[in-house]
């Protein structure tokens, strides 16, 4: 695989950023991004879809565009044409699959009009399935969903698989996961960058005691804190997208990637929150937004506390501790 | 006698060389390895699985000296097999090969379950203003400590200056040929055991703070110079307060100009940010390890599970931002501020490591005489070393605030 040179990716990323704040409806928004020429620029570099999922997240858009990163390893298992979305397990927190094979439990990224066959994950005797069911034949209407996250454009959806229109998932549903966290924790990155651009902007501006807030220490160095844990994300995520590993290890990067994409969300806006005072509680600013947003993310394909407990008794049970990085 | 490694290369007996005893150097018409730097991990790898280096993959020693001079041997080892002069320029000890051979032999130490030794950490961030500045001394330097024969310590904090290194008193004055030092130096790790002293002595005026220091090395041998180890909580005995009462050094043993010491102090911190960010990322993989074999079967504290998953999550992220830093470091590019975030997550991965096993071991962490347990005990005090030394957190955030972030200054 080759890289797209620092140049380059620049102005992807311009071209990206623009699309995103010019706040375009979904439908608007896939084919701005074809129209960049989006599918050339990942057949030569498959990681630059970070610059896409952060861009996304910086503008805290809603898109099913994870839809598309998942997709690409399940449609292959999948008969004809037909326009899909995605179900994602959230009633487990550890991205499993449904234990239930005959309903599928999740939720899906957007409205399902434009939406043929809804795909759904599930686990049973015969191992983990994949299987599609028309949006006509769903039971019940989908619920959107704005309990803490109001924009995300989630809907909740109970979908009735029928036995005979699954097939074994085989090796496609872990490197779905694994491409599919990585471009949740390229998003991540980018909610969490601007929220702490919008507290960087905040302490900078506000004054007491005739000073910047941003001038007394301990908010500097919460700040700091901050900082440290996104950069900490960008750099795992770049590793996570190494030629150099396996399937193999790519599926475990990918899952310590979304392990610490959970964990920084936490760090971060424990920090930009606090430093913005009445204004990051209340609806007077932007903050309570990427909060809300970074948390839903973190749903998405397994919770971080939940792959870290799994994680851990994975390697008290013999799983090594592989050093994935290597210089 | 002789043996053929891994990748069929040829090790040969030299004629007895070094103080009479015989020495092993890889050897073959054309060496490859510094230009492979795969084939020479491997070949490292095969090796150090060899029973011969099982005596040091277990501690059982029971004072910093002797364990520094256990480690010594294990460097002595690695020298007279050619691996750890691989990085190192041929003129000053080494065989050509650049700092990623050198990272790649730390790792390949700790993934064979040895320690890096002690002697290597010195030596990575104070060779490099030798070669850079004063490459002739380098040349004499280096290769005793290459072969485990000599190691150095840092004089750079004093009593009075820690955070503020700026403020530094330790005098040196010209004197015919020789500066004349006098002050102290604490805090200085390996400091006890060290054959020479890499020291920011003032030779301008202390007003002057930054712009008035010169870096130079002391022999510990040189009279005026007396040392008093300082012993870390566990007893052990890692670091020095070293006094120097009109110690004459010679004016040659600058390194670099005089008044250059705060330039050669900031080029060695991008070795000390990195290098030794990544040799301290390995140890604490390996020592990961090391307590996860130790927490199968025992009944654990709540959420230790959870802690043990991010933990690796954790030490996976800093090796990816110490390779990141070595990389760029490798290439010639400039480790700026940005370098404080890889103390950030360094101090934490070593806190939250120790502090894991603190708990995970309970009772036996406090009480327990056997070698594991100790060896926890000493490395959880040492470990309270990673938010201090080497620019302590709160400078590490004031950094980032200041140089990475832009933000408004703290008024005096």
């Not at chain 1, 506000?206 to 804190?225: D, I, K, M």
């Not at chain 2, 670091?239 to 004459?248: K, P, S």
Request: glycine share 8%; charged share 25%.
């Amino acid at each position: 695989m080759t890289l797209l040179d620092d140049e380059t990716r620049m102005a992807v990323r311009e071209s990206v950023n623009e699309i995103f704040t010019r706040g375009t409806g979904v439908g608007d928004l896939r084919s701005a991004i074809r129209d960049l020429g989006w599918r050339e620029i990942v057949d030569i570099d498959a990681s630059a879809s970070s610059i896409l999922f952060e861009a996304q997240g910086r503008a805290l858009a809603a898109s099913s565009l994870l839809d598309d990163v998942v997709l690409e390893h399940l449609d292959p298992l999948l008969d004809g044409n037909a326009r899909r979305t995605v179900l994602y397990p959230v009633d487990l927190s550890d991205g499993e699959p449904s234990r239930d094979q005959a309903v599928g439990k999740g939720i899906v990224l957007g409205p399902v009009d434009n939406v043929d066959e809804i795909v759904v994950v599930t686990r049973g005797d015969r191992g983990v399935m994949i299987g599609t069911v028309k949006v006509s034949d769903l039971k019940a209407a989908p619920v959107t969903l704005t309990a803490f996250d109001r924009g995300s454009g989630w809907l909740a959806v109970h979908a009735p698989v029928e036995a005979g229109r699954s097939v074994a998932a085989g090796d496609a549903w872990p490197a779905a996961i694994a491409a599919g966290r990585r471009a949740i924790a390229a998003e991540m990155v980018g909610v969490c960058q601007q929220a702490l651009n919008v507290a960087v902007a905040h302490t900078s501006a506000r004054e007491q005691y005739g000073r910047p807030l941003a001038s007394f220490q301990s908010v500097r160095h919460t700040l700091s804190e901050a900082h440290a844990a996104i950069e900490s994300l960008r750099v795992l995520l770049e590793a996570a997208w190494a030629d150099s590993l396996s399937d193999h290890e790519a599926r475990s990067a990918a899952t310590v990637l979304k392990i610490r994409a959970g964990d920084v969300q936490a760090i971060v806006m424990r920090r930009t929150v606090q430093v913005l005072g009445a204004m990051g509680m209340t609806l007077e600013s932007d903050m309570h937004r990427f909060v809300t947003r970074a948390a839903v993310l973190d749903q998405l394909l397994g919770g971080y506390r939940q792959l870290a407990e799994e994680l851990g008794c994975d390697l008290l049970s013999g799983v090594p501790a592989s050093r994935l990085v290597a210089i | 006698m002789p043996y053929t490694n891994a990748s069929g290369r040829y090790v040969r007996r030299l004629p007895l060389t070094h103080k009479g005893k015989p020495s092993l150097v890889i050897s073959s018409p054309t060496d490859t390895y510094p230009q492979d730097l795969g084939l020479f991990a491997r070949d490292l790898r095969a090796r150090l699985a060899d029973a011969a280096f099982d005596p040091w993959r277990h501690d059982d020693l029971h004072t910093a000296e002797d364990r520094i001079a256990h480690e010594a041997a294990l460097l002595g080892r690695l020298y007279d097999e050619g691996w750890n002069r691989y990085g190192w320029p041929e003129d000053a000890g080494g065989l050509g090969g650049t700092l990623l051979h050198r990272a790649a032999m730390y790792d390949e130490l700790s993934e064979a379950g040895l320690p890096v030794p002690g002697p290597c950490m010195p030596l990575e961030t104070l060779a490099a203003p030798m070669l850079k500045f004063s490459p002739d001394i380098a040349r004499k330097l280096l290769p005793a400590a290459l072969r485990g024969k000599q190691w150095w310590g840092q004089g750079f904090s004093e009593p009075e200056s820690g955070s503020d290194l700026a403020s530094l008193r330790c005098r040196a004055r010209i004197d015919g040929d020789d500066y004349v030092v006098s002050g102290q130096k604490l805090w200085t790790s390996f400091g006890a055991t060290a054959s020479h002293y890499v020291c920011l002595v003032r030779t301008g005026t202390q007003e002057s703070r930054h712009r008035g220091l010169s870096m130079i090395v002391i022999d510990r041998e040189a009279r005026g110079v007396t040392v008093r180890p300082v012993a870390i909580a566990s007893g052990l005995n890692e670091l020095a307060e070293v006094f120097f009462d009109e110690v004459r050094v010679p004016k040659e043993n600058l390194i670099g100009e005089q008044g250059q010491g705060w330039a050669a102090a900031m080029y060695l911190l991008q070795f000390e940010r990195s290098v030794y960010g990544w040799q301290s990322a390995g140890s604490a993989l390996r020592r990961f390890r090391d307590l996860r074999s130790q927490m199968v079967g025992r009944r654990l504290p709540d959420g230790a599970l959870g802690r043990l998953g991010m933990l690796y999550a954790d030490i996976v992220t800093l090796r990816a931002r110490n390779a990141q830093t070595l990389r760029r470091l490798d290439h010639g590019d400039p480790v700026g501020p940005e370098a404080s975030v890889d103390k950030v997550l360094l101090a934490r991965v070593e806190i939250d490591l120790h502090d894991l096993a603190r708990d995970v071991l309970g009772a036996d962490f406090l009480m327990s005489d056997d070698d594991s347990s100790r060896a926890w005990r000493e490395e959880w005090w040492y470990s309270r070393s990673a938010t201090v030394l080497g620019g302590s957190s709160e400078v590490q955030r004031t950094i980032i605030a200041d140089h990475v972030l832009g933000l408004p200054k703290e008024s005096s």
